[in-house]
């Protein structure tokens, strides 16, 4: 038992923001950094290998029904194709990065449970979505469980608040006191 209150204790303190000298911390950005030549070098040959074929073609469809005449036209036209491709994929990639940038800093600031719970919201909101805007059909299952994850989210924002109102003592907020970032400051407080 001591050993599990130990590690429930360290994961405790690592959410908390404090964490033990025993568990390392990284700056996320620091991570992504260290993790970006590593999923390049593994996404970019798999994705030209599962992908090329199906952009080829797209490619040469879009170009078909360019009928400008010459070899060289449709040629720049297959290429200009090929950049507008490489370009909204390049816009998606961008904001993936600044979503997992968000997702670093929503964890940052709370915990990765927030983010679960984040991201079970949207799948409701998803799946509301569909039912008002595309019509979709629910079964009463669907019904039940949509039900239970709102309650779910709702129990935990309710205990979240509860546990900070607990913990939280009112303490007035005093500013530390400033002092000259040049030295020789003939205002400085002695």
């Known amino acids: ?10 994961a405790t303190a690592a959410n908390r923001g404090d964490a033990p000298p025993s568990l390392p911390t990284m700056h996320p950005l620091t991570l992504v950094y260290a993790f970006t030549p590593a999923a390049i070098s593994i996404l970019v040959p798999l994705a030209l290998v599962i992908e090329f074929e199906e952009l080829r073609r797209y490619v040469r469809y879009r170009s078909s029904g360019t009928n400008v005449g010459s070899p060289v036209d449709d040629s720049v036209a297959q290429w200009w194709r090929m950049g ?7 816009v998606g990639a961008v904001l993936g990065f600044v979503l997992l940038l968000a997702e670093l800093r929503v964890v ?8 679960s719970i984040a991201g079970i919201f949207k799948e409701v909101l998803t799946v509301a979505a569909s039912t008002f805007l595309l019509h979709d059909q629910l079964t009463s299952y669907n019904v039940v469980g949509l039900l239970l994850c709102l309650l779910g989210i709702l129990l935990y924002t309710i205990l979240m608040h509860a546990d900070e109102s607990k913990t939280s003592v009112k303490q007035p907020h005093v500013l530390p006191e400033s002092k000259p970032m040049t030295p020789g400051w003939p205002m400085a407080p002695e």
């Open 1 to 10: 038992r001591g050993d599990t209150l130990t590690v429930r204790d360290e």
């Open 84 to 90: 507008s491709v490489l370009t909204l994929a390049s």
């Open 108 to 115: 940052q600031l709370s915990s990765g449970l927030s983010l």
